[in-house]
């Protein structure tokens, strides 16, 4: 059977029902690495009232609205977080799927978006003062983009992007902890590396400003991360719109 492209979308569909899924178990990710909480046990409670929630309480994005986002128990609200990373993560894979098709390209870009999303959550809700989180995207970025597809490593644009990256890192940490040059070099380095060169001296311009007001200006730091959070959502999208589209090499 051909492959048509009413087929492709209906399986966009799925992807987007199996990202959904993967932004709630996200959320729990994030939330547990806060305080951490092993991320299986034990199972997902009301935070509040600590009543162990049930499988009709945790449909992605759609337990939060019907319940007008507050506890079936104890009416406690439910943080607007929960549905709207379900939501973007499931954008995040549906839009992969769609841009790229099945195969290795999908798992490629699907898993490196939704590892720098969950790297960027973690970074907005600052609660985890370790390195790891952002080391590890870094690490699996660069498997990513240089091992598997075995491209030359240590070419100029490389070495821009990690220069660019460390000045981002070390403008953010001067009067802060030695955390946050992880946290502003990582979210640095992802975009540089991942969205076409022709970005790069532009993004690395503008990262520097940030970082520099996020240091010097301490009643505009939390607004100064969420501007630095909310780029990091808009060039995780643009990088999937820039993979070369699957109906370009199938005939729908």
Known sequence: MPYT?????????????????????SNVVVLR???????????????????????????????????????????????VQYPLVESFMAIIICFSFYRTGPGLDLICLAS???????????????????????IWAVVYTIILKYLISGKAMFNNDFIIVLVASIIVGLASCIKN?????????????????YLPKEFLPYLAGIFILISII???????????????????????????????????????
């Open 112 to 134: 490196g978006m939704a590892i720098w999303f969950i790297v960027s959550t973690i970074f907005i809700r600052n609660e985890v003062l370790r390195h790891q989180p952002f």
């Open 177 to 193: 902890n030695n955390v946050d040059f992880t946290r502003w070099f990582c979210l640095a380095f992802l975009p540089l590396i």
């Open 33 to 79: 690495m806060a305080i951490s909480k092993s991320v299986i046990f034990p199972p997902s409670a009301c935070p509040k009232c600590d009543h162990q929630l049930h499988a009709i309480d945790l449909v992605p994005i759609f337990s939060w609205l019907f319940l007008r986002g507050k506890c079936r128990y104890c009416k406690a609200p439910i943080s």
């Open 214 to 252: 996020y240091n010097i200006s301490k009643a505009n730091r939390k607004k100064t991360m969420w501007l630095f959070y909310i780029a990091q959502l808009v060039f995780i999208l643009l990088n999937i719109y820039f993979k070369p589209p699957f109906s370009a090499f199938f005939d729908f």
């Open 5 to 25: 492209e009413s087929m492709h979308l209906f399986y966009t569909i799925f992807f987007f029902i199996f990202g959904s899924l993967l932004g709630s178990f």
